[in-house]
């Protein structure tokens, strides 16, 4: 199934770039260029593409003003925004995503070598979601099996990938001020763009939200984001960040935090795997279900991409299937430690 791409940038270099780049992957067609936020909204109309990327910081319209329009007329149509680092450039990402963009690529000169195959990755994504848009009935792929009683919540781990940064900003959201436990993330996302990330779900958290750092103190009612390009473990009492090799294909994986949370805090361990491509979490999952804890999983209708939830499930590593207000409405109820079903 072809994936028609329109790219997005003011600079006929990155242009070519990104085009010559596309047209390297199987299954995809150019379908054409637009300069700035205006030219795309037109091109969009015009071409009906199956993906965007889009640039930020263009001329005439920018890329966050034509995010933002185009999430009104085409709400379904994935949107994969080009960033440069930087302090305010991260932060503008971290808005495109909580607007809907699908995902990011980091734009600079070190990573033009990646570019391919994070492009590969998001025509990926959007070849599954052009499948289930044509889908004429949507068959869900999990039943809702019976959640065990648990009541005795000491520490949350929650894994996420692509679609995971707008979940997890309503997920936080969600979190009860007295809740006094520790929560750990793993949101799959380069180095860099996670301290933005963090200081993005802070400011809409009643709770404390930073970057984890090496040897941090595990403290109550903290929420410790992992730092791109670093997996995060716990040992009950701090943090420990290493730089291990890639776990399928990414760091962080959520697999090293859920395997060493789940030695730590066994039955009193809440997992959740979140909306991601690949197959990271799931194991992680299994081990905290096999220490007696209890483990969620986004359900398939509100994922992006149901990879991850969808190897958990198939491992045997989940209690619960859960739709996202379903999460949020159990993130209510977990207060000073417990949690009633």
Not at 150 to 155: E, F, I, L, T, Y
């Amino acid at each position: 199934m072809a994936i028609r791409l329109l790219v997005v940038d003011d600079s006929a270099f990155m242009r070519k770039v990104v085009a010559d780049a596309a047209l390297e992957i199987p299954g995809v067609e150019l379908a054409g260029i637009a300069r700035n936020g205006e030219d795309a909204l037109e091109a969009i109309e015009r071409l009906k593409p199956d993906l965007v990327t889009l640039d930020i910081e263009m001329p005439k319209m920018n890329g966050l003003e034509a995010l933002k329009i185009i999430k009104e007329r085409y709400p379904e149509l994935p949107v994969v925004m080009l960033s440069a680092y930087s302090k305010s450039g991260s932060a503008v990402t971290m808005e495109a995503l909580d607007l809907g963009a699908l995902d990011f690529i980091e734009k600079s000169p070190d990573k033009m070598n990646d570019l391919r195959a994070s492009l590969e990755g998001k025509v990926l994504v959007a070849q599954a979601l052009k499948e289930r848009k044509e889908d004429k009935v949507f068959q869900p792929l999990a039943k809702r099996p019976e959640v065990k009683k648990q009541d005795d919540v000491r520490a949350l781990v929650i894994g996420a990938s692509t679609g995971g940064p707008k979940v997890l900003f309503e997920i936080v959201q969600a979190l009860p001020e007295n809740l006094f436990i520790p929560v750990f993330i793993v949101q799959h996302m380069p180095k860099g763009f996670t301290a933005s990330f963090a200081e993005r779900l802070n400011s809409g958290c009643k709770l404390k939200v930073v970057e984890a750092q090496d040897q941090m103190p595990v403290l109550p009612g903290v929420v410790y984001v992992a730092p791109g390009d670093f997996h995060m473990t716990v040992d009950g009492h701090r943090i420990r960040l290493d730089e291990k090799p890639k776990i399928h294909g990414v760091r962080p994986a959520a697999d090293p935090l859920f395997f060493s949370a789940a030695k730590v805090y066994g039955p009193g361990l809440m997992g959740i795997i979140l909306t991601g491509m690949g197959k990271d979490g799931g194991q992680g999952l299994l081990a905290v279900k096999e220490a007696g804890g209890t483990t969620y999983v986004q359900a398939r209708e509100s994922c992006v991409v149901y990879g991850m939830p969808g190897h958990a499930l198939a491992l045997g590593a989940v209690e619960e299937v859960l739709t996202l207000p379903e999460i949020k409405e159990k993130m209510k109820r977990i207060v000073k430690g417990k949690t009633w079903n």
